[in-house]
């Protein structure tokens, strides 16, 4: 589920208002989206897969996040490099190995 929309780093390009399939952004006063609809989420990651800046964090959960949990501290999640850890995993950005050319699957039988 969305629980990061770091405003330090969003850039406000609108590209997680624009893949959201459920449309759990609406973009804030000042431009930077905000989370107007979270139990609308339903954790596809899209929004943290398409963000250019690695401004977005999607917990692997799927009910929101206690508020005292580790997965709303923005600076704690970001010192650990866990912001768009998703789109990193996927290879996506300037000089990251795309994720397909490195993923282990399991051994198929002949």
Known sequence: ?????????????????????????????????????????????????????DALFVAPLATPAAADSGFRDAAGLATAGALGSYRRELGWGGGRALGARTAVGPDYPD
């Open 1 to 53: 589920m969305i629980e990061i929309v770091a405003s330090d780093r969003c850039i406000a390009c609108d590209r997680c208002i624009d893949v959201c399939p459920t449309r759990v952004f609406d973009r804030g006063p000042d431009g930077i989206p905000v989370i107007a609809r979270h139990s609308n989420c339903q954790t596809c990651f899209q929004c943290e897969a398409y963000c250019p800046t």
